[in-house]
C-alpha cells in the first residue's frame, strides 16, 4: 500500500497524491496499526513509521516535481522563442515605420491644445519637420540647436544637428529636419536625434 501510495505521490497528475495517495498511506497506516495488534509491537512499527515519517518527504518530492512539469509545460521551448524572435526582427527590417510628416506649426498646435495626446502621437517617434529657422543658439553644453518658428512667438526646439548643419543654416530660412519626437518643456515642444533632409 506504501509503495502505491507513494508512487501516486510522484506522478505529476493534479489531485492524484491528495485524493489517492493519501487514502491509500491512511490505508497502510491502519494496516501497519492491526500488524502491531495481532503479532505484537516489532510486527508494523516499520509500516507505521514510513508511513508517519517517509510518506510526507516523499509527497513533497513529487509536488516538487509536479511544479517542475507545471512550468516546463508553460514555457515555450527555447527554439521556438529563437525563431519568434527572429521573425519579429525580420518583419521590423522588412517593414520599417515610415516618419510621421508634420508642419512645425501643426506639431507646436497639437501639444498646445493636449500635451498628453501629443505625446502619444509623437513623443518617442520619428517626425519629419517643416518649418521656417527663428534662431540658432548653443545650449548649456555647448551643443548647437536650432528653434523653429511655430507663430509670432511660439517655437518648436530641434537639437542633435551638427555643427557643420546648423553653421550652413540662417534665420529665416526652411528646413526639413528628420527628428525624434521628445515631448514638451517649458511651454514648447522638443526633438532630438535631428538630421537635415
Request: aromatic share 6%; net charge negative.
Given at each position: ?66 511544479a517542475g512539469a507545471v512550468s516546463a509545460i508553460s ?123
Amino acid at each position: 500500500m506504501l509503495g502505491i501510495a507513494w508512487l501516486c505521490f510522484l506522478i505529476p497528475f493534479p489531485g492524484l497524491g491528495m485524493f489517492l495517495g493519501w487514502p491509500l498511506n491512511m490505508v497502510a497506516f491502519i494496516l501497519a496499526v492491526v500488524a502491531m495488534a495481532k503479532g505484537g509491537a516489532g510486527k508494523g512499527v516499520a509500516q507505521l513509521l514510513l508511513s508517519l515519517v517517509a510518506s510526507p518527504v516523499v509527497y513533497l518530492v513529487g509536488v516538487v516535481v509536479f511544479a517542475g512539469a507545471v512550468s516546463a509545460i508553460s514555457q515555450p521551448a527555447p527554439d521556438a522563442q529563437t525563431h519568434a524572435d527572429k521573425g519579429s526582427q525580420q518583419d521590423t527590417a522588412v517593414a520599417p515605420v515610415a516618419p510621421v510628416e508634420i508642419t512645425v506649426r501643426q506639431l507646436y498646435r497639437d501639444y498646445e491644445a493636449n500635451e498628453v495626446a501629443a505625446d502619444v502621437l509623437y513623443k518617442g517617434k520619428r517626425l519629419l519637420i517643416s518649418g521656417e529657422v527663428a534662431s540658432i543658439q548653443t545650449d548649456l553644453m555647448d551643443k548647437p540647436q536650432v528653434q523653429l518658428k511655430a507663430g509670432s512667438v511660439n517655437q518648436v526646439m530641434i537639437s542633435g544637428l551638427s555643427r557643420e548643419e546648423t553653421g550652413a543654416l540662417g534665420k529665416g530660412d526652411t528646413v526639413l529636419a528628420a527628428c525624434t519626437g521628445n515631448g514638451m518643456i517649458l511651454g514648447s515642444p522638443v526633438t532630438r536625434d535631428c538630421e537635415l533632409q
